[in-house]
Nanobody
C-alpha cells in the first residue's frame, strides 16, 4: 500500500518543541516534493512547509517562518518537520503529502498524490 505515515505529535506547552516525522511506505520519496499541511477544527487546511525532492529548497508559510524547519533524508525515505516556539495557534492535525516532481509548486491539495492520515499536535498549558 502506497502511503505516508506521520508520527511525533502530542501535547506540548506554549514555547515548547515537537519533531514530526513523515515516512513513505511502498514507494521511494526521491522524486517527490513533500509538504506538511495542518488543519485546525473549523478551519481550512493550510500548507505550512514544503521541501523539494533533492532537498535543496524549502518554503514556509508566513505563520511558521523562523519557527519550523523541514528537512528530508531520502536514504531513510523520511521527511521531518521540526517545530519550535510553538503557540496555541499551532494546534491542529498535521499531515504530510507528496507531489511527484522536483520542486515545490504550492499547496493546492489536488496537486498532491499521496497523503498520510495525520498526527495531532496540541499546544496548551
Amino acid at each position: 500500500q502506497l502511503q505516508f505515515v506521520e508520527s511525533g505529535g502530542g501535547l506540548v506547552q506554549p514555547g515548547g518543541s515537537l519533531r514530526l516525522s513523515c515516512a513513505a511506505s511502498g514507494f521511494t520519496l526521491d522524486y517527490y516534493a513533500v509538504a506538511w499541511f495542518r488543519q485546525a477544527p473549523g478551519k481550512e487546511r493550510e500548507g505550512v512547509a514544503c521541501i523539494s525532492a533533492p532537498g535543496r529548497t524549502s518554503t514556509y508559510a508566513d505563520s511558521v517562518k523562523g519557527r519550523f524547519t523541514i528537512t528530508r533524508d531520502n536514504a531513510k525515505n523520511t521527511v521531518v518537520l521540526q517545530m519550535n516556539s510553538l503557540e496555541p495557534e499551532d494546534t491542529a492535525v498535521y499531515s504530510c503529502a507528496g507531489d511527484f516532481g522536483q520542486d515545490c509548486r504550492g499547496y493546492a491539495p489536488g496537486r498532491y498524490d499521496y497523503w498520510g492520515r495525520g498526527t495531532q499536535v496540541t499546544v496548551a498549558s
